[in-house]
């Protein structure tokens, strides 16, 4: 059974930055498949982005492309998502999840697809 801590969410401003973590207890970290993922007042919960066991492989959201770079290190069992040139949009609780995958190259884009889940940061981009 993983656990899943978020932190370092805040309040910022347009074009800032922040970095969140996400630290598991329970579990090897390089067991598991990973992701971000974000839900706004009143939508539902989107895919961020997600890394793969080895941490070689990635995939984004388009609306974040470019701007949020996910990363992982297995020895801290801790997995991080840059985000940088923050906009308003991007206000949300994230959360990140992890499920056990099979492959190293393994990624996971879907909701569905976790079986374990963080309890959120909340992350408030101001204009």
């Known amino acids: 059974q993983v656990e899943l801590v978020e932190s370092g969410g805040g309040s910022v401003q347009a074009g800032d930055s922040l970095r969140l973590s996400c630290a598991a207890s329970?579990?090897?970290?390089?067991?598991?498949?990973m992701g971000w993922f974000r839900q706004a007042p009143g939508k539902e919960r989107e895919f961020v982005a997600t890394i793969s066991r080895s941490g070689f492989r990635t995939s984004y959201a388009d609306s974040v492309k470019g701007r949020f770079t996910i990363s992982r290190d297995n020895a801290k069992n801790t997995m991080y998502l840059q985000m940088k040139f923050l906009k308003p949009e991007d206000t949300a609780v994230y959360y990140c999840?992890?499920?056990?995958?099979?492959?190293?190259?393994?990624?996971?884009?879907?909701?569905?697809?976790?079986?374990?889940w963080g309890q959120g940061t909340q992350v408030t981009v101001s204009p």
């Open positions: 999840a992890a499920d056990r995958a099979p492959f190293s190259s393994d990624i996971r884009l879907r909701t569905t697809d976790y079986d374990y």
């Open positions: 329970g579990g090897t970290l390089s067991n598991y498949a």
